[in-house]
């Protein structure tokens, strides 16, 4: 229709006076009909806090629904909605609609440009979650309204950036990596590969859970609640004790609208902690239970901190992957107290007033830990010792250092793959043969080669790459010290240079120190 039988009016006389005159026809001759839906989008959605609930009219939903808390919105229709929704609602209930707003980031492609159907860059959600061929990425451009010149460019934008299409990565990776991007500010660059590392994620989840599951057994029965029996080994009270800082990591984050402090939180807790370090160094005490009477009483008390790790951090990921979550908790024994809860969804969050177990003084002495454990795999590492398990000698500067390694000696001896752990006084001998590195200002790691290498072999290997690095070395000086070096060269290149020059000089003595140390063990 050209509009030319609408009339608008005030009221309904109104609207029929301004017909007559349109078409010049008496009053009799006009049948006036209200259009039904009147509202243009952003009006509609002014109303919408208390309209879905069945204003005007009275309802008891209106009086127990309206007004609400919270409005999550992008911040590019601040205006065009929010404000609306604030003076309809002042206007007509006499009520703010809501009284926190949060604003989340526009999601663009990974290249920062904000996704538009003219670039032919937009990513479907549901392609994400289940996956597409470049081919079907193909097709979805020839069925848009996009010029042909346009669909070519944005064809080459596709296959530059899913040269294989886009894995399936899932919902929960998907959310997930949304609430972790959040800390690039107003905007979200969508990096498939990064949601894809967040799939990578969930099966470490499920094998993780799938493992512990072997471990806790079938008749494993969960105490009533979680809490401390003051049994604890050093590693299940360091393992509680990064629990309860997740917790009230999570807390804060959600109190704050801090999602990415939530998601980095849970991921450096189940990957980096739970996984990495507490669930390798736990395998001894298991595998010596099976045989050692004195050591089943240990895994009793392992079995219910791996347990309690296990349940609340289900119930800390839960919100963020939910089907994940949902899927792995149904697994899990259920603690007497909680049997009526059949969801992870109807199981109260986390608090720290029940997680309050942090303790500063582990958390320090396990860093300390894993300082030592991070310079022995070094060691290890350098000398290519990836299967064979060496000695390795700690020599501390003090009683204090010495007694903490002989604590932590198991743990040690798990987490770096090493045959002994034996801590020496700082005025103690340490056996020929060894390669030597720094822990710290308290500890030097002292890892036994003889034996396990072919001396000569490395020696002449060592020689080659030292005579490298000083070539490497001579024609940089050479370049920097032309006369017209700093005139020519730009200053980040020179920047560049002297930075080289500064690691192939650390890497020259480290080399020269390694040849001397391996002549003396010929």
Known sequence: MDGHYWVSGRTEEEARDKATKRFN??????????????????FSSGIFPFSIFGWPNETQDLSVFYPGTLLETGHD????????????????????PFKEVYLHAVVRDAHGRKMSKSLGNVIDPLDVITGISLEGLYAQLQDSNLDPVEVEKAKQGQKSDYPTGIPECGTDA????????????RDINMDVNRILGYRHFCNKLWNAVKFAMRTLGDNFVPSEKAQLCGEESVSDRWILSRLCTAVGLCNAGFQAYDFPA????????????????????????????????????????????????????????????????????????????????????????PETEEFCWHSEDVDRQMEFVMTVVRTIRSLRAD??????????????????????????????????LSQTIQ??????????????????????VHLMLKGLIDLEKEVAKLTVKKGELEKQMDKLREKMDKSDYKEK????????????????????????????NFKRMV
């Open 489 to 516: 060269v730009p200053v980040k290149v020179q920047e560049l240079d002297s930075e080289k020059l500064r690691q192939s000089q650390t890497e020259l003595e480290k080399a020269k120190e390694a040849i001397d």
């Open 77 to 96: 229709i601040l205006f065009f909605w929010v404000a609306r929704m604030v003076m309809m609602g002042l206007k007509l209930t006499g009520k703010l």
């Open 262 to 349: 939530i998601t980095t939180a849970i991921y450096n807790f189940w990957l980096y902690e739970l996984c990495d370090v507490y669930l390798e160094s736990v395998k001894p005490v298991f595998s010596r239970a099976e045989d050692d009477s004195g050591s089943q009483s240990q895994a009793v008390v392992c079995r219910q901190t791996l347990f309690t790790c296990l349940e609340t951090g289900l119930r800390l990921l839960a919100p963020i992957m939910p089907f994940v979550g949902e899927e792995l908790y149904q697994r899990l024994p259920q603690r007497r107290s909680q049997d009526d809860r059949s969801s992870i969804h109807v199981t109260p969050y």
């Open 423 to 444: 801590p020496v006084p700082a005025t103690g001998a340490v056996p020929e043969g060894c390669a030597v590195a720094i822990a710290s200002d308290r500890c030097t």
């Open 25 to 42: 026809v008496s009053a009799d001759k006009i049948t006036l009909r209200q259009d039904e839906d009147v509202l243009d989008t952003w």
């Open 174 to 185: 998907l959310r997930f990596a949304l609430c972790a991007y959040t800390s690039q500010g």
């Open 383 to 416: 000398y290519n010792l990836t299967k064979t398990r060496a000695d390795c000698y700690l020599q501390c500067i003090d009683s204090e250092t010495m007694s903490l390694v002989e604590q932590y000696s198991l743990q040690i001896q798990t987490l770096s």
